[in-house]
């Protein structure tokens, strides 16, 4: 296996990914550069700002060198790794190419290129069904043909995906390319829907992609080079990027930053502190020459691009993959609208996402709730807490259950009434729903930190699960202790939820003492029982 | 005047501070050194990392050297701007100074420092409401006495309002403070509130403060140095900060972040762009003499902190700031929580908030509603915008108004329907409720870009704010267009809500021509009406 994972969180992942030079740690942005004239030299990519491999485009050497191909490495006047495409961009730029898919497999061979692709048929974003469809077949046929034409297994191939906006023709087109023997798949030409901000169809082509692969192979983003966009990317299991964005925007005056796009026009500050921006003023740049500026931009672009990606790598090894894709879609609501659409898989994330982290995630918003450890911590009391032999369930909000269990040692009643086997003490909040006594030391259950309000749709959420998983078990009584309005209205609706089962609510007032309030009111019922 | 504001959004504001020796773009943070012995030299923090002004501490200074007090700016070797405190801070660490105020402030003029403090009484954020009246009350005390004896009037002098966790106390110790003649104000000691992340409370003490101080003196948050925070604070209008965390927390292995604090060991990645970061892994610091790694993270500590005030200007500049707030907001549950607070003063924002602004607003979610964009819209409809002398409104979903605009000139019977006196042509959405036609285009309403989504909240508020309008406006008729289910629900509460009133509901099916038929219905009308 070329590819090896490191570390996971949601489907993002940190991989080893070996070529025949060396090895580049995913996710990894592959700068374009081109094969003729770079702005920025790929020695310079790699030893200044650190990006160990550069893609660059054979077709576009093919159309120069044709019979005498040069070996890439020479040509580019670096030792590094090299990726090459095939001229695929190029048919969905000018609608075809003149190199036949069979010599182009050839010529990157006779490159020696690390790592090549196969002449796909890129879908147009404005391709109709039929159109795209055609797209699928013909790249399936070339890649099957590619099959038997590869000569040089030392190369790594990448099987791209085609399938445009429609989820099922992608989800064909990747089931078919998984049969095949290509040791990395990419995903066609989402530059279109990219550059028009439509980051909400993007998760469904990459899901529609990902959910159909072997995920032991790395998937190859084609053309996407935001780093505003990586994050999410990630986290949706997309490991390589490529991208000329860097000194393409450069060339326009653009600055890329985590959060978006700013013109250089509009900056009286740079909002970064990298080295190019903190030894210089928008006012000296922009009074630059325009090679110097764009220079200088492509530097600051590329920073920010090397940057955002050790971010999402620290955020998967913290374990708070999850924090950082939504921090960010909060900087454009295209990238809202994204994680929207991002929450509906949430269950697909939930089996890769680790069981214990480093650190307990930060659950913000209502969106937070559809988090993997929220997810399955309803799956793992639904399908393996088998509850205790109680008659009695106690269900507490969370505050309070800290303090009893702290009196526990000092008060023999409290002992009692947690260990008799009669009574089973539970906490409740507006996150996990119902967390029994012997699940709260469990991560993250009392690791977690939140800002979730009592919303409507948040109690209903709540109220929801608790009544899913009691009316699962046996109690022959239920108390629920209850405090502030929300609590209450939980309470209300688990009355309604479990019509025909008795519910107790005990109400505790400011002030009062949660445990002593339980404790006689549990003795009261007692005597009453023995009465 | 020796504070002058060059640009706002919300109370945040791009100011120059002038002191004796130069000036200082606010928002501004002091870096704290001790005056003894420095980690970072005043003039390396100065001229590598770019802070034009340093603040040290005039008391441990008199410790050392009593009767002969010599220049600050020799002793630091710094000709820059140096800002002096005055020993309140041992005053909240050790309960008490050797020194008199009234020595401490001559202390001060013969060091020539250029931005000094008075000798005031902390209030402990543990201090009850009796102690803190009474450090009010002393601090208010010296301060009129500070008037009397300070002598030198080229020294910026800062009068501090205290007040701790009491916001009464505070607005009271601000009001009072306001009427004596400092240059500056500084709200004291939030720095354990901060420690415990308690930034709720903080939201609460500074705008206590800032809502009863002069709006033209700048407001500096005393001990406040962590970049998480930076843009919370600078929209709730203070513009100077002071903080010796850039070093405290490099002594303890800690890195900042604008998201948060990380600890050296749990970093595998540097997530950050800055120039040490760049240079060096995680691993190769962690291995660095004690030291050498201090001031490693010293300086990446800078370099963000610096970093964050540019970006926190650049979004003032470019009308941003609520934008930059909210997304901050999304990196800890703290900041939410404080944001939420935050959203309750924003009533005062909107009137410091530029009317126009170079980009449109981004709501990212519901709470990107409270803004003062969407707040100001609602006022200008309610007291501004007369509504014609139509007998008819039609409200329109905003996606069709444009098309309804576009066919304008080609289509005389619609010419005459948006002509026509009787007939007031108006569209609605969800962020801004309705928007008459004549101000589609006044800035921001159509530069807008969403994503909120219909939730129960949302459809309530959008709702109310549409029947306010309507219940005060006089039209004889009423239509609704809708299509979407969200549309619907708003106008079935329309109806609810304006009972007596007859609202026509005119559903559009996916696909039908809604121009089309609007016209059609208010032609069947009329010729009803004129039979």
Not at 194 to 223: C, E, S, T, W
Not at 423 to 439: A, D, F, K, Q, R
Request: charged share 30%.
């Amino acid at each position: 296996m070329s590819f090896e994972i490191r570390s996971k969180d949601l489907l993002g992942r940190i991989g080893q990914l070996r070529t025949k030079r060396g090895t580049i740690e995913t996710p990894f942005l592959l700068p374009v550069i081109n094969p003729i004239s770079q702005l920025i030299q790929a020695r310079d990519i790699r030893d200044t700002f650190h990006f160990e491999a550069v893609i660059t485009n054979s077709y576009l050497v093919w159309r120069r060198f044709k019979e005498n191909p040069p070996k890439i490495h020479e040509l580019l006047d670096f030792d590094g790794i090299i990726a090459t495409d095939s001229g695929a961009y190029q048919i969905l730029q000018y609608g075809d190419v003149e190199v036949d898919p069979s010599d182009i497999i050839r010529f990157q061979e006779q490159l020696d290129s690390d790592i090549a692709v196969i002449l796909d048929i890129p879908t147009d974003q404005t391709a109709t069904e039929q159109r795209a469809k055609w797209t699928v077949d013909e790249t399936l046929r070339r890649a099957k043909e590619a099959e038997r034409n590869i000569q040089r297994r030392d190369i790594l191939w990448v099987g791209p995906v085609q399938g445009g906006v429609y989820p099922e023709l992608v989800s064909y087109s990747a089931r078919e390319m998984a049969k095949l023997n290509f040791q990395i798949h990419a995903l066609g030409s989402p530059t279109t829907v990219m550059q028009q901000y439509h980051y909400d169809k993007m998760v469904d082509m990459i899901m529609a992609a990902k959910l159909n692969l072997p995920p032991d192979r790395p998937l190859h983003l084609f053309g996407a080079g935001h780093p505003m966009m990586f994050a999410l990317a990630v986290a949706l299991g997309c490991d390589i990027f490529d991208s000329a964005s860097y000194a393409l925007f450069a060339r326009n005056d653009r600055y890329l930053t985590p959060e978006g796009t700013a013109k250089l026009e509009d900056l009286e500050y740079f909002p970064c502190r990298c080295e190019s921006c903190y030894k210089r003023t928008p006012i000296e740049v922009k009074k630059m020459l325009k090679f110097e500026r764009e220079r200088f931009l492509a530097e600051h672009n590329l920073r920010t691009c090397y940057s955002e990606l050790q971010t999402v790598k620290q955020a998967i090894s913290d374990g708070r993959l999850w924090e950082m894709v939504e921090a960010r879609a909060g900087n454009h609501p295209a990238l809202s609208r994204a994680f929207d659409t991002f929450l509906r898989y949430a269950q697909y994330m939930e089996s890769e996402t680790p069981l214990r982290k480093r650190k307990g995630p930060f659950l913000i918003s209502e969106k937070s709730l559809s988090r993997p450890e929220i997810i399955r911590h309803r799956k793992k009391l639904l399908e393996n807490f088998a509850s205790p032999t109680a008659n009695r369930i106690i269900l507490l909000p969370d505050k309070y259950l800290e303090p009893f269990r702290q009196n526990f040692n000092n008060d023999t009643s409290l002992k009692k009434l947690l260990h008799t086997p009669q009574v089973h003490m539970c906490s409740y909040n507006l996150t996990y729903g119902i967390i029994p006594n012997e699940l709260v030391d469990v991560y993250p259950l009392s690791q977690t930190e939140d800002s979730i309000k009592p919303t409507s749709p948040v109690l209903r959420n709540t109220a929801k699960r608790m009544a899913e998983w009691l009316r699962r078990s046996s109690y022959k009584s239920r108390m629920i202790v209850v405090e502030d309005t929300w609590q209450h209205k939980i309470a209300e609706s688990l009355r309604k939820q479990l019509k025909g089962s008795k519910i107790q609510i005990l109400e505790i007032e400011p002030g009062e003492d949660a445990t002593s309030k339980v404790l006689a009111s549990i003795n009261r019922k007692d005597r009453k029982r023995m009465r």
